[in-house]
């Protein structure tokens, strides 16, 4: 079995910052990508950013230069940096990893249990 688990959200005020983890564990044999998704209510759940096994960056432009994606591949896990934090930024952050077991050996996408980030004063 695979698991993701989410850490690190909570509630800042507006221009704060906050960081959220991402392990990935089980029975894991590659990862080709992991990423963050986010879901405000009433909203469909949406891209945050990406980042593949290679280190390649995808953004949402409307987080462009406040967030930063990073990883701890020997840890499988992944960490998003946020700063300038919006009140359009409260949403559920769930984070997403494209990896393939060891058991099955299927290539499939995966999803944490996501972590609320409020942003209000």
């Known amino acids: 079995q695979v698991q993701l688990v989410e850490s690190g959200g909570g509630l800042v005020q507006p221009g704060g910052s906050l960081r959220l983890s991402c392990a990935a564990s089980g029975s894991i044999f590659s990862i080709n990508a992991m990423g963050w998704y986010r879901q405000a209510p009433g909203k469909q759940r949406e891209l945050v950013t990406t980042?593949?096994?290679?280190?390649?960056?995808n953004y949402a432009d409307s987080v462009k230069g406040r967030f930063t994606i990073s990883r701890d591949s020997a840890k499988n896990t992944v960490y998003l940096q946020m700063n300038s934090l919006k009140s359009e930024d409260t949403a559920v952050y769930y984070c997403?990893?494209?990896?393939?077991?060891?058991?099955?050996?299927?290539?499939?996408?995966?999803w944490g249990q996501g972590t609320q980030v409020t942003v209000s004063s």
């Open positions: 980042i593949s096994s290679g280190g390649n960056t």
């Open positions: 997403n990893a494209v990896l393939k077991d060891r058991t099955y050996s299927v290539t499939r996408a995966y």
